[in-house]
């Protein structure tokens, strides 16, 4: 009798009653989520998203630990968060910038009554 040896590179038998891998819709929301708070970030209005959008990666990346491999999507929750990092970053871009405008501008402008010259 002849054995045959398993192919290297087949993947490994699944239990019959093993659910089929699913894609997590959280995950797109995630991403989609990030992507408007990284794209309005500069107009600080992109911190909503980009708060709400970390906030439900942490739901999304537990809702895929509990499903044990058969939820996917954990790289749209990685782009999702790195791009929701990236629009809070602009907005507090936008207000470092916005504030120290605003002290130069005031800093440059008169201040005290202006008294007319030759008076004491």
Do not use: E
Request: proline share 9%; aromatic share 6%.
């Amino acid at each position: 009798m002849v054995t045959v040896p398993a192919a290297a590179d087949a993947p490994p038998a699944r239990h019959p009653l093993d659910p089929d891998p699913a894609p997590s819709t959280k995950a797109r929301a995630v991403f989609a989520l990030g992507l408007v708070g990284f794209l309005s970030g500069a107009f600080v209005g992109g911190v909503i998203p980009a708060t709400v959008a970390l906030l439900l990666a942490r739901q999304a990346a537990r809702d895929a630990y509990a499903a044990k491999g058969y939820l996917t999507g954990s790289a749209w929750i990685r782009r999702g968060r790195r791009l929701a990092w990236a629009g809070i970053v602009l907005a507090l871009a936008t207000l470092v910038v916005a504030t120290i405008a605003g002290l130069l501008h005031l800093a440059s402008s008169p201040s005290g009554p202006d008294f007319a010259p030759g008076t004491d």
